[in-house]
């Protein structure tokens, strides 16, 4: 079971220059398989423009209880990378002024940054259509502090969107870490308990799955019945939506990917199950990535490999909708992930 | 270099068959496509099918990828060798109640 993040660990994955080389050497050099740049091109879809921005994901952090095994943000009791109260200001004030209807934050876990609750109080004054914090479940029951958490959510009507790898004690265990499946159980019924994922509540509480391993996500449709009738049937648990994510080949993913020796396969299914239809909805299209500094990314996987925004505007104090529509997409071959099969992205499928 | 007739690799080879024949292979993939969709059975249980057939006719690149789409559809290990099993039974069973003719043929011949 992992305890440290790479980082901590000092590994050469901690470098991310050091994944960009692996994701574009070997088989992508010697055009075994094609690069998601020629592939693009093939479709006409190159270079990767995105449309108007909706979303804003803004990581509050690296800091998180768990460690666990596939997270592409090597994230960890032991990342001290936190957002400062001054840039979540700035992150405000681009809120007021801008048309982003969504907002959505991660970590880590986000909750474990000391000016999360102000953050939050303050985003619900401005408004917006919808405000996702993504939860990692345990973190609710990691502490005293954090118990009322699903009272303080529903208080600003946030839309909770959690990890769950599986319905089964072992895989989500396997995955995440020792105790983290009673302990999600537990949080879940809290959550139901307050009114959240309910058949005709307001009150949003949305899963997250994606593998324990070195395959792609089924069916969305069909595991979300699979997930709702076991969670239900054991444990008498409610939610609303399942969204299927693939995991991206990049840090602690692609550090399992590489000692099980899975990372050609993994890559070959990838490329292999490359769907025009889902580059048309990729998140990046819509959605800007805030870093814990403040620098913005396409996306969070670019945010992991320090891709920072092309152009000009590289920090959340310059954000400038206008100069966002004229950018190019920056990509590489983890870009596969999210055009695979149903594609990905954090709502789960997009075609 | 240790040469085997199985190749992990030819899997992904296996739409080529239609190069020599297209229209015999594009039937047998139109039909295999059709087999596996949700039907009276679902998408779900035929997996675990094929799993234990691929099993019965020993199959490495069926196990290899029917071990691959279970995963998928979160079909747990549990279920995984409980199908092989049944696989097996049947296939063990096929053997054993053979052993009913070789009672027979042994009680004709013995005085």
Redesign the interface.
């Known amino acids: 079971m992992l305890k440290k993040s790479l980082k901590q660990r000092k590994s050469e994955l901690a470098n991310t220059q050091r994944q960009l080389d692996i994701l574009s050497n070997g088989i992508f050099q010697n055009n075994e398989l094609p690069t998601f740049a020629s592939t693009l091109k093939n479709i006409n879809a190159h270079p990767l423009q995105p449309n108007t921005v909706e979303i804003l994901q803004i990581n509050l952090g690296y800091m998180c209880n768990q460690v666990c095994a596939h997270c592409h943000v090597d994230a960890g009791p032991d990342r001290k990378e936190i957002m400062t109260k001054a840039t979540m200001q700035q992150c405000l004030d681009v809120l007021k002024k801008s048309k982003v209807h969504t907002l959505d934050l991660t970590g880590g876990a986000p909750e474990m940054n000391p000016n999360f609750r102000w953050f939050v109080e303050e985003a619900h004054k401005i408004g917006v259509n919808d405000f996702i914090v993504r939860s990692n479940l345990t973190i609710i029951m990691a502490n005293k502090k954090y118990n009322d958490l699903p009272e303080f959510f529903k208080k600003h009507n946030i839309h909770v969107v959690s990890s769950m790898p599986?319905?089964?004690r072992n895989?989500t265990d396997q995955q995440r870490g020792e105790g983290v499946f009673n302990a999600s159980i537990e949080a879940l019924k809290k959550l139901n308990n307050v009114g959240y994922g309910t058949k005709e509540s307001n009150l949003k509480l949305d899963l997250v799955?994606n593998?324990s391993?070195a395959?792609?996500?089924?069916?969305q449709n069909?595991?979300e019945l699979?997930?709702k009738k076991a969670l239900y049937d054991d444990f008498g648990i409610e939610f609303h939506q399942l969204f299927a994510i693939t995991n991206l080949p990049i840090s602690r993913f692609l550090d399992y990917l590489l000692a099980s020796e899975n990372y050609e396969d993994y890559m070959?299914t990838l490329v292999?199950a490359f769907n025009p239809k889902a580059v048309d909805n990729v998140m990046c299209k819509n959605t800007i990535s805030v870093g814990w500094d403040g620098f913005l990314y396409d996306c969070d996987f670019n945010q992991m490999l320090n891709l920072k925004l092309k152009g000009p505007m590289v920090h959340i104090k310059d954000f400038d909708e206008e100069l966002l529509k004229n950018r190019t997409i920056q990509i590489a071959q983890h870009c596969y992930g999210c055009t695979a099969g149903a594609g990905s992205s954090c709502q789960g499928s997009v075609v | 270099m240790s040469k085997t007739y199985y190749d992990p690799a030819d899997l992904?080879k296996f739409t080529n068959i239609s190069e020599w024949n297209e229209e015999l292979g594009q039937k047998f993939f139109d039909y295999y496509g059709k087999v596996f969709e949700e039907g009276a059975l679902?998408?779900?249980e035929k997996s675990l099918i094929a799993l234990a057939v691929a099993h019965v006719v020993k199959c490495p690149y069926c196990i290899d990828a029917y071990t691959?789409d279970g995963?998928?559809?979160?079909i747990?290990k549990e279920e995984m060798m409980e199908a092989v099993h049944a696989g097996a039974a049947i296939e063990s069973g096929a053997t054993l109640v053979h052993g009913v003719q070789m009672m027979n043929k042994y009680n004709k011949l013995s005085m």
């Open positions: 599986h319905w089964t895989k799955y593998p391993g395959f792609l996500p089924g069916d069909s595991l699979d997930f070959y292999e | 992904k679902s998408a779900r691959k995963l998928q559809r979160g747990t």
